[in-house]
């Protein structure tokens, strides 16, 4: 490896619904983080890695910056303000599309504590006429010192590459943290996680609010060309529970068909899952719960 190589961390942050996901899974090429055009899905680090010849660049989907309404809230605030003390850079994402909110106001507020490059990162251009981005750079500019601001389309790839060269640039001089064939520190088991909340979300719409979890009890090799997969689906009420088993387990089949589609497309072999529904109410304000279905911190 040459001595010039460069690496380091980067955190993405910005309202929820910004784009986050969709971003990190065009840049890492993988469908690692969960894609919902629900507000609040991402609740871990989810850390997609950027391998080229001459850089390595991590980078970390924050759970968006929000006002916290309840445990599980705050955990995840804190997860997001914690990052962006660690990184190298931070990437501010903003929807192109809705423009200045209230919402950005309470991130900026923070950045003002943070005393690391921050790009503003201007997403989903594609839905905008290309006359309002000056006026949305405009509104932007000097609320931050930012280092540059980059209009994207993440969904499209417009201007993608230029961002990751700009990155690249500011990246020091370091080590391979990873393999090169490695794409997320997650174990593999969060991400089937995810990808099963994922499809509950998609599935359900608004029926199903983000008051579930999925516990992923068990993935065994039965033999050389299969993986079985046990997982639990927590919500927080008994009607939550109707409406994911569905008519005659309609729903839950589908939801099944669905995750096991993408989670072979992950692991590349065949996948028997078997998902379960368990009632567990109010399970979002339960701190011993909160553990036992992944969401650790320790300075929380």
């Known amino acids: 490896m040459e001595h010039n190589f460069k690496s380091g961390f980067i955190a993405i942050i910005g309202r929820p619904n ?80 809705e423009g200045y909110g209230k919402g950005d106001q309470y991130i900026l507020d923070r950045l003002e504590k943070v005393k690391r490059p921050v790009f503003l990162i201007i997403n989903k251009i594609d839905l905008i006429h290309p006359d309002e981005l ?17 209009p994207i389309s993440a969904l499209q790839g417009n201007n993608v590459a230029h961002l990751l060269d700009v990155l690249k640039e500011h990246l020091p001089a370091g080590p391979q943290y990873y393999p090169d064939d490695q794409v997320t520190d997650h174990p593999e088991r969060f991400i089937i996680g995810e990808l099963i909340r994922e499809k509950v979300l998609q599935l359900t719409r608004e029926e199903i609010p983000h008051s579930i979890a999925v516990v992923i009890e068990n993935i065994e090799k039965r033999d050389s060309n299969a993986i079985f997969i046990q997982a639990t689906i927590v919500t927080e009420r008994k009607t939550q529970k109707g409406i994911l088993i569905g008519k005659q387990g309609s729903m839950l089949k589908t939801i099944g068909k669905n995750a096991r589609r993408d989670i072979e497309a992950l692991l590349g072999t065949k996948v028997y899952l078997e998902l379960w529904i368990k009632v567990q109410k109010d399970w979002r304000n339960k701190q011993n719960q909160l553990r036992e279905y992944g969401f650790r911190n320790d300075e929380y």
């Open 18 to 97: 910004v784009g986050k996901s969709t971003f990190m899974n065009r840049v890492i090429g993988q469908k690692i983080a969960i894609m919902s055009d629900k507000a609040q899905t991402t609740r871990n680090k989810i850390q997609g890695v950027l391998t080229q010849d001459d850089a390595q660049m991590v980078f970390i989907d924050t759970p968006g910056i929000h006002k916290p309404k309840h445990r599980l809230g705050d955990f995840m605030v804190k997860i997001a303000e914690n990052t962006l003390n660690e990184v190298d850079a931070i990437l501010f994402m903003i929807n192109a599309n």
């Open 134 to 150: 000056f006026s949305l750079i405009e509104q932007y500019k000097d609320k931050h010192e930012f280092e540059e601001i980059i």
